[in-house]
């Protein structure tokens, strides 16, 4: 069982920087991903990063903005995000892919899901 929580969120203005973070209780020997959930809308995906090697997907609204990172010394997930849109408010869920390698970008592929932690952004 790996527990993820994630920080970072909060009330920021259009153009502003937030970092998220997910720490997890153990080892993710996983591919890890950031989904969010707007309100009225469905969990979408934002970002993967590859267990090694450091290869990484981005859903294309977030692509160039947003940055996904991890250090798997600390067993932390990171998400950079810049130039801030009001379409970015939502709810981000950290998540443990059940593969390697692939860059899963659908939820039912994640195993594990933190709860969540709220991004608002101003306009």
């Known amino acids: 069982q790996v527990q993820l929580v994630e920080s970072g969120g909060g009330l920021v203005q259009a153009g502003d920087s937030l970092r998220l973070s997910c720490a997890a209780s153990a080892h993710t020997f996983a591919d890890m991903a950031w989904f969010r959930q707007a309100p009225g809308k469905e969990r979408e995906f934002v970002a993967t990063i590859s267990w090694i090697g450091g290869y990484t997907r981005y859903a294309d609204s977030v692509k160039g903005r947003f940055t996904i990172s991890r250090d798997n010394g600390k067993n932390m997930v990171y998400l950079q995000m810049n130039s801030l849109k009001s379409e970015d408010t939502a709810v981000y869920y950290c998540?443990?892919?059940?593969?390697?390698?692939?860059?899963?970008?659908?939820?039912?592929?994640?195993?594990?899901w933190g709860q969540g932690t709220q991004v608002t952004v101003s306009s």
């Open positions: 998540a443990r892919s059940s593969s390697r390698g692939r860059l899963a970008s659908f939820d039912y592929e994640h195993t594990y």
